[in-house]
């Protein structure tokens, strides 16, 4: 079993890199991707500990894109980390992120629930700052009950502390991707617009703006959503990918490799991904 989707604490995750290979080696996986938001900063640390376990570690990245006015996740896997060209792309998406942060404080102050960029730090550790800092800031402050609270409330896509970033086309994040050797995956489909999506069609678009993959196995899916989009992949001639999207004490309940519990993603969707890898980009 692999898994090529999770996050530590270097975006909005709680393990450290060397702990997530650790607790790869101890599930038994035969492969890891880590797939921090925005950022390859867990990566040196992680790929240090090839020599210490069995698993082979991967390297990649979750970039947040809009589609059709909503949020929709590619991720870059496969990447190669010594990319410059790529890492000022990633320099570029960490500083447009950092103005919405700017932006949501004064929203926030706006709606009656000020609170610091310390105070959001603080819930962090590392530079990089997601809204889940931003839920355990709010709820540090009492505004909200706990964390999930904030995102219904507060900072979740539909709510009144939002704000939009600079996101990238789907297009251009299937470039970058391409251009630093990745393979450009849509992250958990299933997710986008509450599950009633005509996602057929929408994938075959995003297959045209240089997408060559989907997340048909993910930690969170029914059976009969893992089902729909390893058939989807099938028929489109994309590949497919799975992984838990875990996320330590930060998404809890959701365990590296094992999902909720049922998920099993087999080992040779790698070979699939690395074949797809090596092929290069059609556009
Ligand atoms: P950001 O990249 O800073 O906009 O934060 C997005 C992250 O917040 C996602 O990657 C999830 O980890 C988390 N997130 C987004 N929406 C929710 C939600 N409704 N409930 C809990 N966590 C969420
Ligand atoms: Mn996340
Ligand atoms: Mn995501
Ligand atoms: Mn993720």
Redesign the pocket.
């Known amino acids: 079993m692999i898994d090529l989707h999770c ?1 530590t604490l270097h ?2 995750g709680t393990d450290t890199s060397e702990g997530l290979a650790l607790l790869a080696e101890e599930a038994h996986l035969t492969a890891l991707c880590l797939t921090d ?2 950022t390859l900063g867990g990566i040196p640390g992680f790929l240090a500990m090839q020599s210490q376990v069995k698993v082979r570690l991967l390297v990649g990245t ?1 970039l ?1 894109c809009m589609f059709l006015g909503q ?1 929709l ?1 590619v991720l870059g896997l496969l990447v190669n980390p010594d990319d410059a060209t790529f890492q000022a792309r990633l320099v570029e998406l960490r500083g447009r ?1 950092e103005d ?2 700017d932006r949501m404080l004064i929203r926030l102050a706006e709606l009656g629930y000020p609170i610091t960029r310390e105070e959001v730090q603080a819930q962090a550790d590392s530079p990089l ?4 800092h ?2 355990k800031a709010l709820a540090r402050r009492g505004y909200v009950r706990r ?2 609270e904030a ?2 409330r507060l900072i ?2 539909d709510c009144p502390g939002f704000v939009p ?1 600079q996101e990238l086309t789907p297009y251009e994040a299937a470039r970058w991707i391409r251009e630093a050797g990745g393979v450009p995956v849509v992250a958990h489909p299933g997710r986008f617009d509450g599950g009633r999506f005509r996602w057929d069609d929408a994938m075959g678009d995003l297959q045209r703006e240089g997408l060559e993959g989907l997340e048909a196995y993910y930690g969170e899916y029914r059976a009969s959503e893992q089902k729909y989009f390893l058939r989807l992949a099938d028929r489109l001639g994309m590949v497919a990918t799975g992984g838990s999207d875990y ?1 330590g004490g ?2 809890p309940g959701l365990r590296l490799g094992r999902g909720r519990g049922g998920l099993q993603v087999p080992d040779d969707l790698l070979d699939k991904l690395e074949t797809r890898q090596r092929l290069g980009s059609y556009h």
């Open positions: 996050h975006s909005d938001h925005d979750e947040s949020s996740h992120r919405r942060n700052l997601s809204r889940v931003f839920a964390p999930p995102f219904e979740g896509d970033r996320h930060n998404k």
